[in-house]
């Protein structure tokens, strides 16, 4: 059984390769005419000047005598790229004794009328009068694509009797015509790309034999105009292969190839066709003029909207800012460069958006809030002069919009500030401040919003000191002095007691185990006085003091 299934896979491929050779034109050796068997016919020149039409006899008036015209397309080859396309021409002629034969002409525009004529011989035609006869031709010669406008009459040519029709010959994109015929040789094109050094390696296959081939880059519009990468390839040379550097993958960039023959079809592969992404790059701002500008690198039908980027990701289109794109450069005029104001790209079923302005290079303006105990104060900055609308809104859990009842006018100048004095609704939950400039065609609008303040507290102009700047300061204050104060009690007790070690160091080498009061006692003698001559000294007690005295009287 799996024996039986290979064999008929192998008939299935077998059957399908004959089918593939078949579909390419019929070979030719040379071209021919011929007609039935029994009538001769032979090929005579044509008329420099062709004899007017006769009247035609009463038997062709009635009907025309060309049935079954066909026309078709066969190949005649001198070599596997030397082939070129003849036309075949066949008809079944209803033979009659007053035609002498037939004549058979192509006209294309710009060239001369060319035909073909062929008579019957005298005996042949009276032998086979009234009968159906074939004619055929394939000795003209035809070019790829050419639209030939073809024309057959009878010999002689009776006025009214004739046929006229149109044929459209195969164009090279056949694939047997581009593999043999000169004219839509073209080479084959593959590629290697390698994004890092931004080359594209390039192999060229069945180029036509014995010539050079031209390879280079171009974006490809109307027309596909070169970018300044160009190499020939010489016919000697045993690889056909080219680097070729470029600077953005661009999906209209293109590999172009060509023989170096006269008027020689071109072969193109654009490698990065599905890159649309690249497309959107190159957005310029001026800040002078506040003007947005793009320029569409490559021609692609595109929706240019400019929209306002939320913080869950969905870009909102501004008003009156969609543009349909295919070629042209586009530019908004006055745009207010914020960073949420963005660009976005709609080709086809796809969309990119771009936020020039999230870098905050070019932004003209902002609002700063500081929480001064318990509310918030609210500034608006400028680096040019500007108006703004100004207002107060409330956000609700259904719908992301924030309502607003009354809006004001603000007007900030250049490197200027105001304070925005704002009431106590502002300390309400889900209370949004909502922001946007005037005084230009295109801008985001800006909502702040805070956390819940105390509404007693009002909004002033003033700043407001906090504690911490009181309580910090006193603090490292207060850590210095009692640092200090330790330091100087330390040196302080120390020289005490070096001090009192210099005065009483005999009592202290004699008797150790004395106490420290003991060793201060002689510190405190004074002189003794004299009594009678007799010495009585000082006692440091009180009663032996008095004593003394009384002794002394």
């Known amino acids: ?72 397309t066969v190949m005649s080859c001198e070599g596997r790229q030397r082939c070129s396309l003849q036309l075949r021409f066949k008809t079944v002629l209803q033979l009659t004794e007053s035609i002498h034969g037939v004549s058979f002409c192509t006209m294309t525009p710009g060239m001369l009328t060319d035909c073909q004529i062929f008579s019957f011989t005298k005996k042949s035609r009276e032998r086979m009068s009234g009968l159906q006869v074939e004619v055929e031709d394939d000795c003209t010669n035809i070019s790829p694509n050419q639209r030939v406008q073809i024309l057959v009459k009878t010999l002689p040519t009776y006025c009214g009797i004739t046929w006229t029709g149109t044929y459209h010959a195969p164009g090279c994109t056949s694939e047997d015509l581009r593999r043999h015929v000169p004219e839509c040789i073209t080479g084959r094109l593959s590629y290697d790309v390698n994004p890092e050094r931004k080359e594209l390696s390039v192999n060229v296959t069945d180029m036509l034999e014995d010539h050079d081939y031209h390879l280079r880059l171009c974006l490809n519009n109307f027309i596909c105009a ?51 992404e690249e497309l ?49 450069k586009i530019t908004f005029t006055k745009v207010d460069p914020h960073p949420q104001l963005c660009m976005k790209f709609t080709a086809g079923s796809q969309s990119w958006t771009r936020c020039p302005f999230a870098d905050e290079r070019f932004q003209a303006w902002e609002v700063t809030v500081t929480r001064q105990q318990g509310h918030e104060e609210v500034k608006m900055s400028s680096k040019i002069n500007a108006t703004f609308s100004v207002g107060l809104c409330e956000q609700s859990a259904v719908s992301p919009m924030c309502q607003t009842n009354e809006t004001h006018s603000v007007h900030v100048e250049k490197h200027k500030s105001v304070d925005l004095n704002l009431p106590g ?21 800006v909502m702040h919003c805070y956390d819940q303040c105390d509404p007693s507290i009002p909004f002033t102009k003033q700043v407001t000191w906090d504690l911490t700047w009181f309580i910090v300061p006193a603090g490292v204050c207060l850590s210095g002095i009692i640092i200090v104060t330790l330091v100087l009690h330390a040196v302080l007790t120390v020289y005490k007691r070096r001090k009192q070690k210099g005065n009483g160091g005999d009592c202290s080498s004699e008797m150790h185990t004395e106490s420290t009061l003991d060793c ?21 007690q009180r009663g032996n003091t008095e004593k003394a005295n009384l002794l002394s009287d």
């Not at 032979?42 to 035609?56: A, E, G, H, I, S």
């Not at 009463?58 to 026309?71: R, Y």
């Open 1 to 72: 059984m799996i024996l039986w299934v290979a064999l008929l896979m192998m008939s299935h491929c077998c059957l399908n390769g004959a089918a593939a050779e078949n579909m390419g034109l019929e070979r030719i050796q040379k071209c021919s005419t011929t007609c039935s068997q029994g009538l001769r016919c032979k090929t005579t020149p044509n008329y420099l000047f062709p004899p007017p039409c006769q009247n035609p006899p009463v038997n062709l008036t009635t009907s025309s005598p060309f049935h079954n015209i066909s026309l078709s």
């Open 280 to 328: 959107w790059l190159g957005i310029t701002f001026d800040p002078l003029e506040e003007a947005l500008s793009w320029e569409l690198a490559c021609p692609v039908a595109v929706v240019v909207a400019l929209c306002q980027q939320r913080k869950d990701g969905i870009c909102v289109d501004l008003p009156h800012s969609s543009r349909n794109v295919s070629r042209e």
């Open 226 to 276: 070169g970018t300044g990468a160009h190499t020939l390839i010489k016919k000697e040379e045993p690889m056909k292969r080219a680097i070729l550097p470029y600077s953005r993958p661009l999906p209209c960039l293109c590999i172009e190839g060509w023989s170096a023959v006269t008027d020689a079809p071109r072969v193109r592969v654009c490698p990065f066709k599905d890159r649309l």
């Open 425 to 445: 609704e502002l300390c309400k939950v889900n209370s949004c401040l909502q922001i946007k400039r005037l005084d230009v065609k295109f801008a985001v609008t």
């Open 520 to 540: 201060v006692v002689p510190t405190l003698q004074t002189h003794p006085a004299r009594h009678g001559g007799v010495l009585i000294p000082d006692s440091p």
